[in-house]
């Protein structure tokens, strides 16, 4: 049984598709939700740079506060309560989902795929394929 749902979110269109259907799934099943960001740059780490620009980095965090809003709000209207929005770093951003996942007892996780194929699929990598592959619980990949 699915009691405990993360689900990933750039802030991308197809993974506002996979916040929806994640509320929507948690709300079905009576589980809580949990939407994870993970971001490539801390604040500590920008700090140690020669080019750390404070406004940069104000403003991701400004993007990311608004994403968790319009989650928050998204989840209020379908009628879920249990929801809570986290942030992590980590460069490897495929590791850091299926590594908190695991961590914090989840049994489900949702991710959001473009569905590239043949060369730009070899190009720009696919995170949704890393996290099934790393995960220690089912990922349902939304397109």
């Known amino acids: 049984m699915i009691k405990n749902i993360l689900c990933a979110s750039d802030g991308s269109k197809i993974s506002a598709k996979a ?4 509320i929507s799934l948690a709300k079905d099943l009576g589980a809580k939700l949990t939407v994870l960001t993970v971001e490539r740059v801390s604040r500590a780490s920008a700090a140690r740079s020669a080019y750390w620009d404070s406004t940069v ?7 990311t506060r608004a994403e968790f809003r319009s989650v ?3 989840a209020k209207k379908a009628g879920l309560r249990k929801v809570q929005c986290v942030t992590v770093c980590s460069r490897d951003i495929a590791d850091a989902i299926a590594a908190y996942a695991k961590k914090q007892k989840h ?4 991710i959001g795929s473009h569905g590239h194929r043949g060369v730009q699929r ?3 990598g696919s995170i949704a394929e890393a ?3 790393e995960a220690h619980c089912p990922v349902t990949i939304v397109r």
């Open 72 to 74: 928050a709000d998204r």
């Open 107 to 110: 049994d489900h996780i949702v």
């Open 19 to 22: 916040v929806n259907f994640a």
């Open 131 to 133: 996290v099934v592959a």
């Open 122 to 124: 070899l190009v720009l």
């Open 57 to 63: 980095l104000d403003a991701g965090d400004a993007i």
